[in-house]
């Protein structure tokens, strides 16, 4: 697109370090928050499981671990990297699919050393109960990093990203920002946190702060005055993106007929709830993935441990109740998820929602 014009006021924003400069940096961090973590815990539990069999040479310890290590930190991996391609946009995402994904390397490193340790005779052999507090530092070490590397994309925005796709957080005042993304506009604004389509979205003005037009809704955002041209442009800059898309026109079309002159109300959330609309989807596609790989898992390691040497069912017997465990999660929390979007779905009344216009604009 152009780097100037009258309609999105391009000129207003840098034009960024481009795309794979960026990408240069962000991507080496989230794979090595990810994988880091996973590598060093299997590596911690595979050795500590050598010292607690005297005798045995490391060669067969590790030809008895490799299977359930492959299989229980391979599919984590798996669905790490499905949940990672869904939300290919919503970047943001990541850092807590990062952490889901490292998880269960990082559950089975702390309890492999714990058992380890108390079941030993070796009062030495103690010290492997700090395998939990360094799989707590591992995962902490990996979210961050992960964070550090999304960080370098979402932030500090400019053309590059923004005429992209790619989540975009744009700086109002203090901590409230604005997070552009994919399939809608979120503000986060004190202890508020609020969502409009884009297909909602008419749109925005400068002045005394920012002015956000939506169907059946006007909300003046509280910004710096420096900052007011900026956000302005950015914000028109990703809804000539998103209105770039061939289907647009039908979908808003669609959209408004579904949710009619509601508009903004039927996307307020609160900012303490968990679920906000375009990061929900990467945890979901985890969630499904655990249900259909976790089963498996407990069948594998469970048919493993009644083949395995006696010295190594403990832990293949750990892997199989930790299987059954996150399964379970996620076939609970999935169908308690699916229950209450069938009951919003017959109950639209009791969908959030902004009765009182005034409310809205004492929140701005």
Do not use: K
Not at 229 to 258: I, K, L, P, T, Y
Not at 283 to 290: D, E, K, S
């Amino acid at each position: 697109m152009a780097a100037s014009g009258s309609e999105t006021r391009a000129g207003d924003l840098p034009a960024g370090p481009g795309l794979a400069r960026r990408w240069w940096v962000s991507a080496p961090c989230v794979l090595a928050g990810i994988l880091l973590p996973v590598v060093v815990a299997d590596v911690v539990a595979v050795w500590h499981h050598w010292l607690i069999r005297p005798g045995a040479p490391l060669s067969r310890v590790i030809a008895d671990f490799v299977p359930a290590v492959a299989l229980w930190s391979g599919l984590a991996l798996l669905a790490g990297l499905v949940a990672m391609l869904v939300t290919r946009r919503e970047v943001t995402a990541w850092p807590r699919i990062g952490v889901f994904t490292a998880a269960p390397s990082l559950v089975a490193m702390g309890v492999v050393g714990g058992v380890s340790g108390l079941s030993s005779a070796q009062r030495w052999h103690l010290l492997f109960l700090f395998d939990v507090p360094l799989a707590a530092l591992l995962g902490a070490g990996g979210f961050l990093l992960v964070r550090f590397g999304v960080g370098h994309l979402v932030e500090q925005p400019g053309v590059d990203t923004l005429d992209t796709g790619l989540d975009v957080r744009v700086n109002l005042r203090a901590t409230d920002h604005l997070l552009l993304r994919h399939d809608c506009l979120v503000v986060v604004e004190a202890a508020e946190r609020w969502v409009v389509s884009w297909y909602d979205l008419h749109t925005v003005r400068g002045g005394d702060g920012v002015e956000v037009l939506a169907t059946g809704r006007r909300r003046r955002l509280r910004v710096d005055q420096e900052r007011v041209s900026s956000v302005v442009a950015a914000v028109r800059v990703r809804m000539r993106w998103v209105r770039r898309h061939s289907r647009f026109g039908a979908r808003r079309d669609e959209h408004r007929r579904a949710h009619g002159t509601r508009g903004v109300a039927a996307y307020r959330r609160p900012r303490t709830t968990s679920h906000v609309p375009g990061t929900g989807l990467g945890v979901n596609g985890l969630t499904i993935l655990f249900m259909t790989v976790m089963p498996v898992s407990a069948v594998v390691l469970l048919v493993a441990a009644v083949n395995a040497a006696a010295a190594d069912r403990p832990a293949m017997g750990i892997g199989v109740v930790a299987s059954v465990v996150i399964g379970s999660w996620a076939h609970v929390r999935f169908w308690r998820r699916r229950s209450a979007r069938r009951y919003l779905a017959a109950h639209p009344a009791a969908a959030p929602r902004v009765d009182d216009v005034r409310d809205w604009r004492e929140g701005g």
